[in-house]
């Protein structure tokens, strides 16, 4: 079993863009799916996870009303929309399978896909 996130990118503060996240191995709907990020010399963070089973989502309040978490199980895909992007949303964002429910802490997530740069900047 395994994630793939898509290639990251530099966007303009104001810009969007969206990241995929595709399992394999298991439908995306069995899991709870979250996306995080490390930015350079903080630690990492939990920014969106959808819940298993129902399409409950949460959010930090830093990107609350910007970013939208989805999921297409058709695709065994979970998207990350995120638009109105800050320069504070620069770093490595990562996907990672929990098979039990969505938290915060990052250490309870079982599967982790590998990571992809993003960079708002003008």
């Known amino acids: 079993v395994q994630l793939q996130a898509s290639r990251g990118g530099l966007v303009q503060p104001g810009g969007s863009l969206r990241l995929s996240c595709v399992t394999s191995?298991?439908?995306?709907?069995?899991?709870?799916i979250g996306w995080f990020r490390q930015a350079p010399g903080k630690e990492r963070e939990t920014v969106s996870c959808?819940?298993?089973?129902?399409?409950?989502?949460y959010y930090i309040d830093s990107v609350k009303g910007r970013f939208t978490i989805s999921r297409d199980n058709a695709k065994n895909t979970v998207y990350l929309q995120m638009n109105n992007l800050k320069p504070e949303d620069t770093a490595l964002y990562l996907c990672?399978?929990?098979?039990?429910?969505?938290?915060?802490?990052?250490?309870?997530?079982?599967?982790w896909g590998q990571g992809t740069l993003v960079t708002v900047s003008s």
């Open positions: 191995g298991f439908s995306p709907d069995e899991y709870a």
């Open positions: 959808i819940r298993r089973n129902d399409r409950t989502t």
């Open positions: 990672a399978a929990n098979h039990r429910y969505c938290t915060a802490f990052d250490e309870e997530f079982d599967i």
